[in-house]
């Protein structure tokens, strides 16, 4: 699995100039064309302006929360990969950044290697191709995921996914009925080389349950069960044919 394109656009959301020189060098000589905001109201601009391929955020702005500039570049520009950048040590500011529209965070301080893997698993489309194959939409029950369209639908109705939402869930309907580990989950929508905290895997499936399970209740059928497998991971359960 590749990425399909060298270059990509990035925005980096930074206000400290000796880490926002550094990345911005760091990143341009890997092939990337980046822009800098030094403030949140400038990052806003900048989405408004032209579409990005990802966006680094630091969480510590000087003007806006970073939290609410991810909120907000999330829903000017659905289908970004944001990634945010935080020197804070508590565990909530993450899952608060990942429910704002985050797909993933790294911790200050990181090394550009780990920063560089990150980004190369979050730009390539290679799990999508993959998952694709015949062009035929995975279906489990009620639920239909279009890898190839990136639609999915549960019991006829369009559900609205983040990126990596739904990246999480093709790979669940792909190995519908199996018990998938996390390090398997984490390898195959996130990258092969993950550094990191898995916490990211549990904060998607939380997401991903409850918008099956309000996209089930609109559509009136019953939501697809993830299953939690302790000290394991995840499986995406087939439900039982109905016998009428
Ligand atoms: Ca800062």
Known sequence: MRSVKGMAELLLVEDDPVIGSALRDSLGSYGHRVRWA??????????????????????????????????RIREAQPDVVIVVLT???????????????????????????ELQARLRAHLRRGLARELAGDGRPLAVGPLEVDVAARRCRLGGSEVEL????????????????????????????????????????DVHVGALRRRLAAAAVAASCEPPAIATLRGHGYRLERPEPTGT
């Open 38 to 71: 030094r403030t949140g109201t400038q990052a806003l601009q900048y989405v408004a302006e032209a579409r990005a391929d990802l966006v680094l955020v630091d969480l510590g702005l000087p003007d806006l929360d970073g939290i609410e500039v991810t909120r």
């Open 87 to 113: 020197a804070r040590r508590e565990e909530i500011d993450v899952v608060v950044a990942l429910d704002a529209g985050a797909d993933d965070y790294l911790t200050k301080p990181f090394r550009l290697a």
């Open 162 to 201: 983040r990126p990596k939402e739904f990246d999480l869930l093709a790979r669940l309907c792909a190995g519908a009925g199996e018990a998938l580990s996390r390090e398997t989950l984490m390898a195959d929508v996130w990258d092969e080389h993950w550094f990191g905290s898995s916490k990211t895997l």
